[in-house]
């Protein structure tokens, strides 16, 4: 028995669970609001993947490129969440209440998840002993999306790191270290 798809569905209703639980903590926290979205983007992410990591012999490969697109929208928005609960974190609100600074982390994630749905990111299905396989297509906006996700996941890394440098909140301090 495969424990994958098991695994990815205790992801997704603990991350649900934590997003939910964190909204209603203090909804109007924009720190907890970016904290929410962040693990609902994980939670999309995953929830895809319960389908898609299945080795069942039911599952076909049309309702396979369906739970990869619903995955795509978690895998794809994940590094724009991320950056903007970096910049939150690190009491940098001013900057995401830029609008060019909105315009770039919204329409890069609804371009690429466009991408992901018109197959110009991940193509071709195949059953694999543990599920499901896509590959990743050998065009230009794979590379792009990598370039994306890189540029904004180490943004979000330095910027904590070097707020968890300035920071004299212990507390803060040390959530920066879980976080690296």
């Known amino acids: 028995m495969i424990f994958l798809p098991f695994l990815h569905f205790f992801s997704f209703t603990a991350s649900i669970f934590l997003a939910v639980y964190i909204y209603k903590k203090d909804p109007k926290s924009l720190l907890n609001r970016m904290c929410s979205i962040v693990m609902l983007c994980y ?45 939150v974190f690190a009491k940098r609100e001013e900057l ?12 890069l994630p609804l371009l690429f ?18 599920g499901w ?28 790191y070097f707020y968890g440098r300035k920071t004299k909140n212990i507390i803060e301090k040390s959530c920066i270290k879980v976080t690296l």
Not at 45 to 53: C, K, T
Not at 63 to 86: E, H, P, R, T, Y
Not at 144 to 157: A, D, N
């Open 96 to 107: 995401i209440r830029k609008k060019w600074f909105l315009f770039i982390v919204f329409a």
């Open 133 to 160: 396989s896509v590959e990743w297509t050998n065009s230009i906006w794979t590379y792009l999306f990598y370039t994306y996700c890189l540029t904004f996941s180490f943004l979000s890394i330095l910027i904590s």
């Open 113 to 130: 998840l466009y991408k992901q749905l018109t197959n110009h990111l991940t193509i071709n299905p195949s059953k694999q002993v543990y």
């Open 43 to 87: 939670a999309l992410w995953n929830f895809g993947d319960i389908i898609v990591h299945n080795p069942d012999r039911a599952i076909t490969e049309d309702l396979v490129k369906i739970m990869q697109n619903i995955a795509s929208i978690g895998w794809v928005s994940f590094a724009s969440a991320n950056l903007c609960f970096a910049l």
